[in-house]
Each structure stands twice: as structure tokens, then as C-alpha cells.
T-cell receptor, first 108, second 115 residues
Framework: AQRVTQPEKLLSVFKGAPVELKCNYSYSGSPELFWYVQYSRQRLQLLLRHISRESIKGFTADLNKGETSFHLKKPFAQEEDSAMYYCVTNNAGNMLTFGGGTRLMVKP | KAGVTQTPRYLIKTRGQQVTLSCSPISGHRSVSWYQQTPGQGLQFLFEYFSETQRNKGNFPGRFSGRQFSNSRSEMNVSTLELGDSALYLC??????????????FGPGTRLTVL
């Protein structure tokens, strides 16, 4: 079965510091990977997907098939980045498998 | 356009009862998926409906069921409630094409408490 592992439950950084949220996955085929984010009192929403290779709100994520990783990075954290981040992979169709989530706290 | 709506937002039931939760997808979206979120297990896929047919099902007992109507609205039902069914139930809708996964848009969730 597919699994997504986010080793850090909480990551606390100061504003302006670089951020890296780790994600490792297990998948037997070609994975489809995403990062979803949930800001305080807001709905879960898609942040980015590996297939589009775009930068959203300054965040990027590179799929490393050799290391089976899909870490989320941002060079300079902002206070508004504080949120819960989920690394997600897609099974058949729309069956999303979520990692346990990492809470990012950006301190002023 | 309006987002995914879920009703009710909060629900309290007792063990042994049954419950029905409702989800209205974004207009034009034909796929509705349901997820259970608990502190212990995190977010887990329950099932997906597309064009009134269950397309995929997660690893949950048969007490969990659902259906989708012709207007794409969906309901999920949990029978013989157990304490462990207390959770936030999220609904997500997408256009659902045959290519790579379409973006799923999540609703605010229904918080179910079983006493």
C-alpha cells in the first residue's frame, strides 16, 4: 500500500529563515504528489502539485525518485505561512493518501 | 462561485445510532470524495462517487456507506455508531476527468461526536 511519511509534526522557524518540510513516500509506480495546506480557520486547499513544477507563494517542491522524497521548500518564511501542511499522493482515481501533516509555525 | 458545502457542521449522536451527512459539490463538479480525519489516524479516504456510482472505496467497515444523486450532491451514512467514529468528516469535489488527478476542493467538514 502507498504510504506518505512526514517525519516532523511541528516545525518552528523565525521569519525570514529558510523552510524545508520533509516528505517521503512509498509507491510502486509513478507517483502523483501534492502538497495541501490548511491555514487557521480555513479549508484544506491544494498548494502545489509536482506535475506542474510551479512555485506557489514562494514554495517549491522537487520530486526525487531516487530518495522517494518530495520535500517542500521556501527560502524565506513569512508569518502568513504558518499553517498545517500535508504531503499527499494519489492512488487510483481520486483516492488521496495523506501524510500525518506538519504544523509550521513562523515566529516574528 | 460557491465552494463545497457540508451540512450539518456539527452533530452529536450516541452509540448505536445512525447518522447521515450531506455534501453539495461545486457547480459542474461530478466527483465527490469523502475523508475521515481523526487525531490518531489522520486523514483517511472513505469513498468516491462519480456520476452516481461508487468509484473507489477505502478500508472502512460496511457501516460506512454513501450515495450520490443526479445533481452530484452526495450523502454518507454511518450506521450503528461507535465511539471511534467521532471525527471530522470532509467532503471534496472535483471535475474528475480521465487524465491526471483534478484538483480536489474541500468543504469545511462535519464534526461528529459520538457519546
Amino acid at each position: 500500500a502507498q504510504r506518505v511519511t512526514q517525519p516532523e509534526k511541528l516545525l518552528s522557524v523565525f521569519k525570514g529563515a529558510p523552510v524545508e518540510l520533509k516528505c517521503n513516500y512509498s509507491y510502486s509506480g509513478s507517483p502523483e504528489l501534492f502538497w495541501y495546506v490548511q491555514y487557521s480557520r480555513q479549508r484544506l486547499q491544494l498548494l502545489l502539485r509536482h506535475i506542474s513544477r510551479e512555485s506557489i507563494k514562494g514554495f517549491t517542491a522537487d520530486l526525487n525518485k531516487g530518495e522517494t522524497s518530495f520535500h517542500l521548500k521556501k527560502p524565506f518564511a513569512q508569518e502568513e505561512d504558518s499553517a498545517m501542511y500535508y504531503c499527499v499522493t494519489n492512488n487510483a482515481g481520486n483516492m488521496l493518501t495523506f501524510g500525518g501533516g506538519t504544523r509550521l509555525m513562523v515566529k516574528p | 462561485k460557491a465552494g463545497v458545502t457540508q451540512t450539518p457542521r456539527y452533530l452529536i449522536k450516541t452509540r448505536g445510532q445512525q447518522v447521515t451527512l450531506s455534501c453539495s459539490p461545486i457547480s459542474g463538479h461530478r466527483s465527490v470524495s469523502w475523508y475521515q480525519q481523526t487525531p490518531g489516524q489522520g486523514l483517511q479516504f472513505l469513498f468516491e462517487y462519480f456520476s452516481e456510482t461508487q468509484r473507489n472505496k477505502g478500508n472502512f467497515p460496511g457501516r460506512f456507506s454513501g450515495r450520490q444523486f443526479s445533481n452530484s450532491r452526495s450523502e454518507m451514512n454511518v450506521s450503528t455508531l461507535e465511539l471511534g467514529d467521532s471525527a471530522l468528516y470532509l467532503c471534496a469535489s472535483s471535475r474528475r476527468t480521465d487524465r491526471a488527478t483534478d484538483t480536489q476542493y474541500f468543504g469545511p467538514g462535519t464534526r461528529l461526536t459520538v457519546l
